[in-house]
């Protein structure tokens, strides 16, 4: 299981997500370009040691990102879908992306996706913080897979 982040804007986010990673065993693919620095002293604080600990892929856009991935499954998380993370089935390679803080995925990106699915939530909010998206969908992800570290 992979966790995929297009265009980052915020680096602690992405440190939180990169710690994520390396607690549940998931590797971290980084679309660029970012909205900051990768030597940002911030990621490595957000990360902690723990950035020692996860496998980090940095990629020139989303183009390079999807030859590199192969034939893994990419399931997008949007606000846009009607399918539920809880009702989607999740297969232990799936590759699971989530857009840019302010703006998630243009429409190629999410029509180049073999998947979406959503955080089902309150309609009177926009949508959860990156990282936490992310920890909820690879929670499910690997509970559903049997992945979970013992």
Same mark, same amino acid.
């Given at each position: 299981?992979?966790?995929?982040?297009?265009?980052?804007?915020?680096?602690?986010?992405?440190?939180?997500?990169?710690?994520?990673?390396?607690?549940?065993?998931?590797?971290?693919?980084?679309?660029?370009?970012?909205?900051?620095?990768?030597?940002?002293?911030?990621?490595?604080?957000?990360?902690?040691?723990?950035?020692?600990?996860?496998?980090?892929?940095?990629?020139?856009?989303?183009?390079?990102?999807?030859?590199?991935?192969? %034939?893994?499954?990419?399931?997008?998380?949007?606000?846009?879908? &009607?399918?539920?993370?809880?009702?989607?089935?999740? &297969?232990?390679?799936?590759?699971?992306?989530?857009?840019?803080?302010?703006?998630?995925?243009?429409?190629?990106?999410a029509q180049a996706c073999?998947?979406?699915?959503?955080?089902?939530?309150?309609?009177?909010?926009?949508?959860?913080?990156?990282?936490? %998206?992310?920890?909820?969908?690879?929670?499910?992800?690997?509970?559903?897979?049997?992945?979970?570290?013992?």
């Amino acid at each position: 299981m992979r966790l995929a982040l297009f265009e980052p804007e915020i680096a602690g986010n992405v440190g939180a997500v990169l710690r994520l990673g390396a607690c549940m065993g998931a590797e971290v693919d980084l679309i660029e370009p970012m909205g900051f620095a990768w030597d940002d002293r911030r990621v490595r604080r957000a990360a902690m040691d723990y950035i020692d600990h996860v496998t980090v892929v940095r990629h020139a856009g989303f183009d390079a990102f999807r030859c590199a991935i192969g %034939s893994r499954r990419l399931v997008l998380f949007t606000t846009k879908s &009607r399918q539920s993370v809880f009702d989607f089935r999740f &297969r232990a390679d799936d590759v699971l992306l989530f857009g840019k803080e302010s703006a998630g995925v243009p429409d190629a990106v999410a029509q180049a996706c073999d998947a979406r699915v959503r955080i089902p939530m309150r309609p009177q909010v926009r949508s959860m913080n990156l990282a936490s %998206s992310a920890a909820l969908a690879l929670g499910e992800a690997l509970r559903q897979t049997d992945g979970l570290p013992g």
